[in-house]
């Protein structure tokens, strides 16, 4: 069987930028590159790789089909956008597999919303009912992606949707889970809803980049590891280009 590697690709825009670079440093070797992206823009996609339209062109067409949401989604996938030219180049015969659909992100960002809504709720009764929080997530599906027999490198979202054994690599190392990601990955307790709250209310809110708000938390924490020794090194590069 060839060999498959899964990207392990948080929804950092930082993350997306660190997929491209591995993805290039591999790509004469791949036959195959699954993305976690919507089919219905695949055509539009191939079209960009390939040159034959312009980056604005791309970004309106997923803006028609996404709708308001698509500015956010876009704006932390563009590293990764614009990486897969420079691997188109270096591996013009690189298939591209789009494994996710525009009701999948449809379904997330309805989930999200509901998710924000309830938080706001607490902020006002200072009450959780975590069956509540349990129906709402009910709805999010992990899907594995199945790339038949080719030399693949697949990117995920979710450690999950790897197969046990398999080679996982992180995008970002030693990356630490987001109460965000908790709350998708682990089983729904108060402890997590609120730690999501917090999350939300203290940083996502207050910063206008995912990515400083992430790293902000991370420095706040006290946690250990590398990604915690580089958060300064990450703040201070947001600051500089804007992104605070």
Request: charged share 30%; glycine share 4%.
């Amino acid at each position: 069987m060839k060999q498959k590697i899964y990207l392990y690709t948080p929804r950092l825009k930082i993350a997306r930028l660190f997929a491209a670079s591995l993805i290039l440093d591999r790509a004469e070797e791949a036959e195959l590159l699954a993305l976690p992206y919507p089919r219905e823009i695949e055509r539009e996609l191939e079209k960009f790789t390939r040159n034959i339209i312009s980056w604005r062109y791309l970004q309106k067409r997923i803006i028609e089909l996404m709708g308001s949401y698509g500015y956010s989604w876009l704006d932390i996938e563009e590293p990764l956008f614009l990486g897969l030219k420079l691997i188109r180049e270096r591996n013009p015969k690189l298939d591209l597999y789009l494994y996710r659909s525009i009701s999948d992100e449809d379904e997330k960002y309805r989930i999200t919303s509901d998710l924000l809504a309830l938080a706001l709720k607490y902020r006002v009764t200072e009450k959780i009912d975590v069956e509540e929080w349990r129906q709402v997530l009910s709805g999010y599906r992990r899907r594995r992606v199945e790339v038949g027999d080719k030399r693949a490198i697949i990117i995920v979202e979710d450690k999950s949707q790897a197969p046990s054994g398999s080679i996982l690599i992180e995008a970002l190392p030693g990356y630490i889970e987001s109460p965000l990601d908790k709350l998708f990955s682990s089983p729904v307790s108060e402890q997590i809803i609120k730690e999501y709250i917090e999350y939300v209310t203290e940083y996502l809110t207050k910063y206008s980049s995912v990515d400083y708000a992430y790293f902000k938390w991370v420095k706040d924490k006290g946690f250990q590891g590398l990604i915690v020794q580089l958060s300064d090194h990450f703040l201070n590069i947001l600051s500089a280009i804007g992104e605070d």
